[in-house]
């Protein structure tokens, strides 16, 4: 019986690139190869030479259509002569992991996203918040329906889903990935950010990244990095950890102008943030760039978290931020 692949995607668009995706149907004993698409279409190509190359990276079952179908992320590739496209920020990753292998980095990436209605408001707007944050309870959580069927789908792929949490706005949620090396972590991101609008399409409910999607006295939404190398992980009296640290504050704006698009309107000092050009960090501090949770504190071992990248930020960038700035000083 033929089946479907779902090859997946990340395209071109500035300043926040999006998912794309589309269905090859397989003979029965088909394997995964490369495919192409037209890359003027996603802003990775003129007219001209418009053909980009999409090469397989990871590959799971599909939760939606179930079976033997099956979905591919993949990077994309310049057809002339197959080398990693502009866009393809994993190819850079990917350098990097390997470059710093021997450190042993893992990472847990808190991915806050909003739903939207199809207008563009938040669902279960306007109200004030409070009550939200890990609420139950009709009128107190919107959109729970699309959570349990999305962590069900990204458990039944065989992603590295660690949980999910109603967030401080209405209509915001979160769920984690990890911990898991570099690549892992950011290609299973992908594919629940992919498996999460496309079940909410279902709901005709729209997931939005944005960092700030209603300005003003309303949280935004970020996309919290936690990490730890393998020294941290076996520190004595935060001795790596705090090193890790201060290798972030010697490179601020770097790690930050590649944090998300519109990152100044999120880190502002209030809502539980630290001002965007401003570098600190602290035990249990959830006002502190980085944050030293409170257990690993007492331990004196274990990760750390940065609270920096937007939600809408490049998993394959912010990890490979962090492999250079932490495993580069160590
Ligand atoms: P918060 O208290 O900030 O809301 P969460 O529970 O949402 O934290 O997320 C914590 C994340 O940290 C999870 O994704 C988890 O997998 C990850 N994590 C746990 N231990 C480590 C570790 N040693 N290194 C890296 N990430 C870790
Ligand atoms: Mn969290
Ligand atoms: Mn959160
Ligand atoms: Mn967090």
């Given at each position: 019986m033929p089946f479907q692949a779902e090859y997946i995607w990340i395209d071109g668009v500035k300043p926040t690139p999006t998912l794309r995706s589309k269905t090859k149907v397989m003979a029965d004993d088909e394997k995964i190869s490369v495919w192409g698409f037209d890359g003027s279409s996603t802003e990775q190509a003129g007219g001209e030479s418009s053909d980009c190359v999409l090469r397989p990276v990871f590959s799971c079952p599909d939760p939606i259509r179930g079976g033997k179908n099956i979905l591919v992320l993949c990077d994309v590739l310049q057809a002339k002569d197959d080398s990693p496209h502009p866009t393809n920020t994993r190819a850079a990753l990917a350098e990097q992991a390997k470059k710093y292998a021997d450190q042993e980095m893992i990472y847990g990436i808190e991915q806050e996203y909003t739903m939207l209605r199809l207008d563009g408001t938040p669902f279960g707007f306007p109200a004030p918040q409070?009550?939200?944050?890990c609420g139950v309870g009709a009128g107190r959580v919107v959109g729970r329906e699309i959570i349990e069927e999305h962590t069900q789908a990204c458990i039944d792929a065989g992603l590295m889903i660690s949980g999910t949490n109603a967030e401080v706005m209405p209509g915001q949620w979160e769920f984690q990935i990890g911990p898991a090396d570099a690549l892992t972590c950011s290609d299973h991101m992908y594919v629940a950010r992919w498996l999460l609008q496309r079940i909410a399409e279902d709901y005709d409910v729209v997931i939005s990244f944005a960092a700030?999607?209603?300005?003003?006295?309303w949280n935004g939404a970020g996309a919290h990095t936690n990490f730890s190398t393998k020294a941290m992980r076996n520190d004595t009296n935060l001795k790596a950890i705090t090193a890790a640290c201060e290798a972030l504050s010697k490179r601020v704006m770097e790690h930050v102008d590649h944090y998300g698009d519109d990152i100044a309107s999120r880190l502002?000092?209030?809502?539980e943030t630290a001002p965007y050009n401003k570098f600190s960090y602290g035990v249990s501090d959830r006002g502190a760039s980085v944050r030293i949770p409170w257990q690993v504190g007492r331990d004196g071992k274990g990760y750390a978290e940065d609270r920096r990248p937007n939600a809408n930020v490049d998993p394959y960038t912010v990890t490979r931020l962090i492999l250079e700035t932490v495993c580069g000083a160590a």
């Amino acid at each position: 019986m033929p089946f479907q692949a779902e090859y997946i995607w990340i395209d071109g668009v500035k300043p926040t690139p999006t998912l794309r995706s589309k269905t090859k149907v397989m003979a029965d004993d088909e394997k995964i190869s490369v495919w192409g698409f037209d890359g003027s279409s996603t802003e990775q190509a003129g007219g001209e030479s418009s053909d980009c190359v999409l090469r397989p990276v990871f590959s799971c079952p599909d939760p939606i259509r179930g079976g033997k179908n099956i979905l591919v992320l993949c990077d994309v590739l310049q057809a002339k002569d197959d080398s990693p496209h502009p866009t393809n920020t994993r190819a850079a990753l990917a350098e990097q992991a390997k470059k710093y292998a021997d450190q042993e980095m893992i990472y847990g990436i808190e991915q806050e996203y909003t739903m939207l209605r199809l207008d563009g408001t938040p669902f279960g707007f306007p109200a004030p918040q409070g009550p939200y944050y890990c609420g139950v309870g009709a009128g107190r959580v919107v959109g729970r329906e699309i959570i349990e069927e999305h962590t069900q789908a990204c458990i039944d792929a065989g992603l590295m889903i660690s949980g999910t949490n109603a967030e401080v706005m209405p209509g915001q949620w979160e769920f984690q990935i990890g911990p898991a090396d570099a690549l892992t972590c950011s290609d299973h991101m992908y594919v629940a950010r992919w498996l999460l609008q496309r079940i909410a399409e279902d709901y005709d409910v729209v997931i939005s990244f944005a960092a700030k999607p209603m300005k003003g006295d309303w949280n935004g939404a970020g996309a919290h990095t936690n990490f730890s190398t393998k020294a941290m992980r076996n520190d004595t009296n935060l001795k790596a950890i705090t090193a890790a640290c201060e290798a972030l504050s010697k490179r601020v704006m770097e790690h930050v102008d590649h944090y998300g698009d519109d990152i100044a309107s999120r880190l502002t000092g209030k809502h539980e943030t630290a001002p965007y050009n401003k570098f600190s960090y602290g035990v249990s501090d959830r006002g502190a760039s980085v944050r030293i949770p409170w257990q690993v504190g007492r331990d004196g071992k274990g990760y750390a978290e940065d609270r920096r990248p937007n939600a809408n930020v490049d998993p394959y960038t912010v990890t490979r931020l962090i492999l250079e700035t932490v495993c580069g000083a160590a």
